[in-house]
């Protein structure tokens, strides 16, 4: 059996010549592996990370395979640094045919940004918002949006008064709750983008429980060794599984015209209860724009969501 992510996701006849790709954290683990498969197939890929060195080895792999490919670092703690992310993939680029919102991580102290708001909900949630807001004019017309959720999000309900001040979540339980909002964020992009008259799609993934992908530094105690004793254990999800889910989402024909669906297992599957409320969702779409300053993206066009909106 192949270790290819194309292969795992039925998708090496797919032929991505002429489109380009960005995928968000991809110096490393399930977006390094995605990013290369993308340019296997022929995309032409815009590799994002904070390390320049293992963001230019992952170019120069890319490269070596025929395609264009090219390294831009901007740190997810950081709005002005995502809004210059976004200005570069605009000047460079003439339009994104996948979006990747893969970057993310677990920040276990409660710490805040400059926003004041808890590291990972920003890192994992404000700032793939805002990157994919910013770029919202300049996908194309059949555009697809991957976003990396997690079947943690089941561990959480939405509470964004836990998200500033002295009561923020931490740990695991920020992780869960940023989840959740990766899960509704894509849920109600989909939905505006329908309503908008939109055909870009946005889709929502689980790549599994993935040891090696650097995850299992931030788990608290015993848990990171655990994790990595996982790796020789047969059926533990790997990285190129993972980034099969990347790929099968925002590549396979079976996914024509899916969106606003959670994937998990090369197929759709039902997230939670909470992340399938839709007022929840549209709380979070209001919330975010506020958190970052910013007009309500997408907004609504008939009077009574206008009203919920203001």
Not at 65 to 86: K, M, Y
Not at 246 to 272: A, C, K, N, Q
Request: contains cysteine.
């Amino acid at each position: 059996m192949s270790d290819r992510p194309e292969e795992i996701a039925g998708v090496a006849d797919i032929d991505c010549g002429g489109q380009t790709a960005l995928v968000t954290g991809s110096t490393s683990g399930i977006g390094r592996a995605a990013a290369l498969a993308l340019g296997r197939l022929g995309a032409d890929v815009v590799v994002h990370g904070r390390d320049t060195a293992a963001g230019e080895s992952v170019v120069e792999e890319l490269t070596q395979t025929g395609v264009a490919a090219t390294f831009c670092e901007a740190d997810f703690t950081s709005v002005e640094a995502v809004r210059d992310l976004a200005a570069t993939v605009r000047s460079e680029t003439d339009g994104l045919d996948v979006l990747v919102n893969n970057a993310g991580g677990l920040f276990r102290d409660g710490t805040t940004t400059g926003l004041g708001v808890e590291t990972t909900f920003h890192v994992n949630h404000l700032s793939p918002y805002l990157l994919t807001t910013e770029l919202l004019d300049h996908l194309t017309d059949d555009a697809r949006v991957v976003t990396t959720a997690s079947a943690a999000h089941t561990a959480a309900t939405l509470d964004l008064e836990r998200v500033q001040g002295r009561s923020v979540n931490s740990g695991l339980g920020a992780y869960s709750h940023s989840k959740l909002a990766n899960v509704l964020f894509t849920a109600e992009l989909a939905r505006r983008l329908d309503r908008a008259g939109s055909n870009v799609t946005a889709n929502s993934i689980h790549p599994g429980a993935i040891p090696g992908t650097g995850f299992g530094r931030f788990l608290p105690g015993p848990l990171p060794g655990l994790l990595r004793r996982l790796e020789v254990v047969p059926g533990v999800t790997s990285v190129e599984d993972g980034a099969a889910e990347i790929l099968f989402v925002g590549v396979s024909p079976r996914v024509d015209g899916v969106s606003g669906r959670y994937f998990t297992g090369l197929g759709p599957s039902e997230p939670s209860d909470a992340a399938r409320s839709l007022s929840a969702a549209r709380r979070l779409w209001r919330e975010s724009a506020r958190l970052l300053d910013i007009e309500v993206p997408l907004p609504e066009t008939d009077g009574r969501a206008m009203s919920a909106e203001s």
